[in-house]
């Protein structure tokens, strides 16, 4: 395996194309202008409104057998190419607005999971015959209520937020992840988004549940 690297800093911040190996989130890059970190600056979020009654809802549960802080621990430290990593879900780059640094695939990071760090994802659908890029923006790390927000970029195919919450069990650790969600579409509203979200987020908590049972 080629050695890790950290995370680039603002003075070296020159988005490396040779280091993401996804055609759609280069092609993302290029629609946006991004060449550079400081240019991530650019994209907004937009959140859950919930004045705003025409949301879609989604839940899904997860159980862990292990005590609340090791689960908290383990969703705040994983590496996000680790974490977003699947059959489906593919880890494109990270970037972070607290000081402009990038994230590839194979870098070393101990930064943990923090609020304004933007997440750019790549989907395999039907077998990889369609590909898609998708933006995350992770808006809040609540340490004392174990919780976590993110929301999707502005343009985006979908609009809204997930919610994650960690809560005690006698068993060991539920996870409840909550989606709120909208677009122009209702095929895609109503038909696809619910098993595709599924989908990725059984890949996306599975993959912390290995993280935790291999520390």
Known sequence: MPPTIKAQQINNSVIDLNRIPHVKVKKFLRDYNITHAQEFSRLISTCYDPNDTTYYTHKKVFEFNHPINQVWHAYKTIDPARAWNGNMIHFGLQYSRADHSIIYIGDNTSAGLQAGQVLILNLKLAGGAVQLCVGHEIKEVNEAEKFIKICYLENAASQGSQFIRL??????????????????????DRIL??????????????NVGKFITSR
């Open 167 to 188: 809560t005690s069990t006698p068993q060991g650790t539920r996870v409840t992840h909550d989606s709120y969600y909208k677009s122009n579409s209702w095929l895609r």
């Open 193 to 206: 988004y619910p098993g595709l979200h599924t989908k990725a987020l059984k890949e996306f908590h599975g």
